[in-house]
C-alpha cells in the first residue's frame, strides 16, 4: 500500500470532516497494488479485509483501499493468507489536511511507448503514455483530473466519483473564454468536469478557473487549472450560395422547375496558426455572421434561416449578398452576386404521339388518316419550351402540369386533350399553349389522306426457347406489336389502352398461322398451343391494307407436360429429331406428378402404330444419369409390335434424396424401319404422386396428399417423327414427290386408340389381375 495509516479529513478552515451520506467516510484513501514474481496482478484480483467496517476496498476503484473508521485492519487476497501476503492499515482520527490541491485539463491521452501485442518472458515490459492539453480551436474541449497531496505526504486523487452534496469538484467560474460543463450533464456524459473553448475566445493563459474539492459541504482542498489558449487568427472569410440564378418569386421562370427562388448561403472563414497552417471552418450558423444585402428592393436576406429570394417585383438583373463575421481580433467582410432570371421566348413544336422519347425527335407538320382507315385520323404532342434571358438558346422542355393548358380553336377540326391533339376531320386549327402568364400559338392542319404509312412491323412472342414455343396443351400467350412509320415515328404496343379507338390493333394489322390446328392466332395477337409439331409452324402480323408489310416467326411447337401427364422427346425444338431409316431415334422420357408432388409410382406404355419404329434389337433403354426414379424398362415385348416400351417403377420418395415436380425416367433409342411420318403416343397405365412423404396411398377414402391417374392418353409427349429413306430408297422412289395429309397428333392419338380397341388389338393392360401380395412375380420395387 501506499500508506498504511490513513487519517481523518480535516477542512480547511480547520474543522474535522463528519460522515455525511452511506458508503462516504471522512478519511484518506490509500492505492494498493498485488504484485507476484514481479508482475502486477492487481486488475486481475480482489483485496479482502478481515475488517471492512475499518478499511476495505473501494466500490469505485479496485485499486484504492478507504479509510472508513478508527481502528486496524489487514488487507489480503483471501482471509487467512499468510503475513507476507498481507498489509496491514491503521485509520487514525488524527487530523490531516490537504497542503497542495493540482487540477489539469486534459485533452488527449496517446501512447508514447505502446506494448507488445504479446509478451515474451522474461523481457521487460516497458511503456509510457503522454497527456496533453491542446486548446488551438474554438469548440477544442478536455476533461478536468485533479489529486491532493496531505501534509503528511500522501498523495491521493479525487473527484472521480462525484456524489453532489458528498464528494464533488466543484468548479468556476467560466470565462469569456471558456465554457464549463457539470459531469453527468447535458453535453458531457463524463464523470468529470469539461472545460471547452468558447466562440469568439482570445487566445492566451487562462488562470481564473478555480477547483474546490469539498466533502460533506466542507471545501477540503483548493487549487486552479490553468489553460492555455493558442488559436489561430482568422484572415479571410468566404460566402457562397446553392444556386448561382434564381427566378423571382411566383414568376413563370420559377414554375418551370429548373430554378429556385430562394437559395441558402454558406460561409467559411480561413484561420491562420503561429507557424502558417491554415484551416478553413464553416461559419454558416454562427452568430457572429451577419447577412445583407445592398438593394433590399430586390431581395430578401433572411438572417435565421441563412437564405437570399429574388423579390416577385424585383428589377435588377442580379443580387449583392454581403456577409459579415466579427471576431475580437478583426472583422472579415465577402460578398457574393447571385443572376436574377427571366423568361425571353416561349416555342410551340408539334411532334409524334404517343408522347415517349423515340418520338419526341419526329416533327407533325400534318396529321393524317391513320392507315387502313377512312375515319380516324393520327394524333400529335404539343411540346412547349421556355427560353430564359441568360441562355436564349436553351430550350427548357415544359411538362405538362396545373400551370400549363392546350387550347385549339377549332376543336371539330383537332382536339386538345392535355398534350395531345387528335385530329378529328379534315381543316386548319390555331393551337394555343400557355405556361403562367408565357403563352404561343402555331397552326396545324389535318388533312384527309395518308401521310405517314407503316414502314415496318416488329411483333415480340415472349418466353420463347430459342424459336420454340412450350407450354402446357391449350395455354395462350400474349404478344405485343410495335409498328415504325415512315416518319420515324413508333407505336409501341399496339395492344395497350394509348391506341383504343384511333389506332386499334384489329384495324391495322391481321395475323394468321400455316398450322393452326398446331398454333392458332387471333385477332389480338394471341397465340394458342394445341399439340406438337414436326414441322415448323410459320405466324405472321401483316399491315392489314398492305400484306407486303409484315413480321413473322418460324415456330417450333412443342407441349410440356401437365399434371400426372408424361413427355416425351426433347425439351424445345422439333419433338423428335428427323431419323434416317436404319438408326436409331431417341426418345428421352419424362414424367410430371401433380403439382409439386413426389413421383410414388408409374407404368406407361410408349406405342408407335403403323410399323415405322421397331422394339426389337437394336433397340434399348438407358436410364438417366443420375437417376432420378428407378424403373424398369422393357423391349420387344411378344404380340405387341407396335409396343416401344413398357416402363414401370415404384419408390416410397425420402425427403433429402427424391425429387419434386417433373423427373427424367432415361431415354429410348428405337429403330425406324420404314420411311414416312410415325407417331409415337402412348398410354399411362397408372401413375400416382403425393405431396408428403408420409402420405399413405393405402389409405380409404383416399388421403388429400395421394393423387393417381390410371388409363389415360398420353398428351405432352404425343407427336410426330419424320424418317427420312436411305439413300438407296430415294434413288428406287425417284424423283416423285408424295402429298400426305397429316393430321394433328393428338386426334392421330385418339383415332389409333379407337382402332386397336374395335379390333380387340393393343388394348391397354388391366390391374386388376396384379395381385403383388401374394404373387412374388407381381411385386415392383417399392410395393
Known sequence: VSDTILNRYQALGGALVKSCAAGQWPYQRTRIAAIVDGFDLTSLVNFKSNASHVAAASAHRWDVIEGRSQGTAIISLFIGAPPEQTATVLVSDSPVSVSSLAARAVTAVSWQRQPLPVYAFPEDVRVSTLVSQVMQAEGDSGLIFAAVTWDDGLKEDVGYAPTSGVEELLVGPATRDIELTMPQSEGNGDSFWKVAVKAGAASGCVTSVVVNWTVCGQVIGAGHVLMQLKLPDPIEASLSSDASRLARMGSDAALLGVLQSTSGLHVTVTFMARDGTQTTRDFTSDTRVTYSTSDESCAIVDSVRRTVSARAAASCTKITVSATVTFASATLTTNISVAVVRVARASLRFTGYPDRSSNADVDMSAL?????????????????????????????????????????????????????????????????????????????????????????????????????????????????????????????????????????????????????????????????????????????????????????????????????????????????????????????????PKANDYLRSVLVKVTAPGGYLSSAPPTFWSAASPVQFAVTASTNLPGEPETLVTISGAAVPDAVTSRRGEVELGTLHVQAVKSGTALITGQILSMESVSTTACNILSLPAQPCYSVTEFTRIIAGTGYVELQPTRRQLSLQGNGSRLMHVVPPQLAAREAVEAADGRGRQAPRRLAGCNPCDNPADRVHGD
Open 368 to 592: 393524317g388518316l391513320v392507315q387502313c382507315s377512312s375515319t380516324r385520323y393520327m394524333s400529335a404532342t404539343a411540346q412547349l419550351s421556355i427560353f430564359l434571358d441568360d441562355d436564349p438558346f436553351q430550350a427548357n422542355l415544359v411538362t405538362y402540369s396545373q400551370h400549363t393548358s392546350i387550347i385549339s380553336n377549332q376543336s371539330t377540326v383537332l382536339l386538345a386533350s392535355g398534350p395531345r391533339l387528335q385530329g378529328i376531320s379534315p381543316g386548319v386549327a390555331l393551337v394555343t399553349a400557355k405556361f403562367g402568364s408565357t403563352s404561343v400559338s402555331r397552326e396545324l392542319g389535318v388533312r384527309a389522306q395518308v401521310l405517314d404509312e407503316v414502314v415496318a412491323v416488329r411483333w415480340d412472342i415472349p418466353n420463347l426457347i430459342g424459336s420454340t414455343f412450350r407450354d402446357a396443351v391449350n395455354s395462350t400467350r400474349s404478344t405485343t406489336v410495335d409498328v415504325e412509320l415512315s416518319s420515324g415515328l413508333v407505336w409501341a404496343n399496339l395492344n395497350s389502352a394509348t391506341f383504343d379507338g384511333w389506332a386499334d390493333l384489329e384495324d391495322i394489322i391481321s395475323f394468321s398461322s400455316s398450322t393452326p390446328d398446331i398454333i392458332s392466332v387471333d385477332d389480338t395477337g394471341t397465340l394458342q398451343l394445341w399439340d406438337n409439331w414436326y414441322q415448323s409452324v410459320v405466324v405472321e402480323a401483316r399491315v392489314s391494307c398492305n400484306p407486303l408489310t409484315a413480321a413473322r416467326h418460324e415456330l417450333r411447337a412443342n407441349l410440356r407436360a401437365g399434371q400426372l401427364d408424361v413427355d416425351l422427346g426433347a425439351r424445345s425444338g422439333f419433338q423428335f429429331r428427323s431419323t434416317t431409316v436404319g438408326s436409331l431415334l431417341s426418345i428421352s422420357v419424362r414424367v410430371r
